[in-house]
């Protein structure tokens, strides 16, 4: 039994190190790859380039001929909004690379969306319901891999995961967020008239104060 106990402790203990070291390594490689590998600057670029490492990213194409791209996701969150772009007649390929780190991708409505990403110890997830669309329907191919770490493919994204806001709104802006009318000191809703500034006027319980200046009853008035 204690030998057994020892066996099942080394392959416990290797198997943390080995993906510590892993880890390790992978930090290393991600930290080269930040200086080497810029995001593409033109949105309107047909085959860019989108990296978010060690800190969250936003990446919004407007490719009038999307054909392909790059999306390098490590060690952070990553939004990457294709909504405003147009796939190429042939269709498009986009590869993706995910390590301890998610990726999401917007399409707009009307992709068709095929993949083929390897998932290893995370997930891949594609919320798109292509049923109802026409045989020539563009297609958007996934390629690449996630490793611990997840993708999601949706038309409709709920939040951030890059934590990286738009003019100060989330992806897309939330509901609970849309700002509301102050009604302080507006007219009333229902058109009785202005709004009564009442932080000053008295209640039930309170009496006015005289005029310290006004004269009184029994005060005599100066001729």
């Keep these: 039994m204690n030998r057994l106990l020892r066996g099942v402790t ?39 380039t989108a990296t978010s490492v060690f ?15 790059r999306v390098i996701t490590w060690f952070a969150g990553h ?9 190429d007649p042939s269709g498009a390929t986009l590869d993706l690379r995910t390590m301890y780190g998610g990726t999401q991708v917007a399409i707009p409505e009307g992709w068709r969306v095929e993949s083929h990403v390897r998932s290893i110890l995370g ?9 109802d669309l026409p045989a020539d329907a563009p297609v958007l191919q996934l390629r690449g891999f996630s490793l611990f770490g997840g993708v999601r493919v949706t038309t409709s994204p709920v939040a951030s995961w890059s934590g990286e ?46 005029d310290a200046d006004a004269p009184t009853a029994d005060a005599p008035v100066p001729a």
């Design 55 to 69: 800190a969250g990213e936003r990446f919004e194409s407007r490719a009038p001929a999307l054909r392909g791209g």
């Design 165 to 210: 806001d738009h003019d100060g709104e989330a992806l897309p802006p939330a509901a609970s967020e849309a700002a509301t009318p102050d009604v302080a000191g507006t007219a009333a809703l229902d058109g009785s008239g202005p709004a009564v500034d009442d932080a000053h006027a008295p209640t039930a319980d309170e009496t006015v104060p005289d």
């Design 123 to 131: 997930r891949t997830q594609v919320d798109i319901h292509d049923a």
């Design 10 to 48: 080394r392959v416990f203990a290797l198997v943390v190190a080995v993906t510590t070291l892993f880890g390790m390594g992978s930090a290393a490689v991600a930290a080269v790859t930040k200086r080497r590998i810029e995001t593409t600057k033109d949105p309107a670029s047909n085959e860019p």
């Design 79 to 87: 939004d990457v909004d294709l909504r405003g772009a147009t796939l």
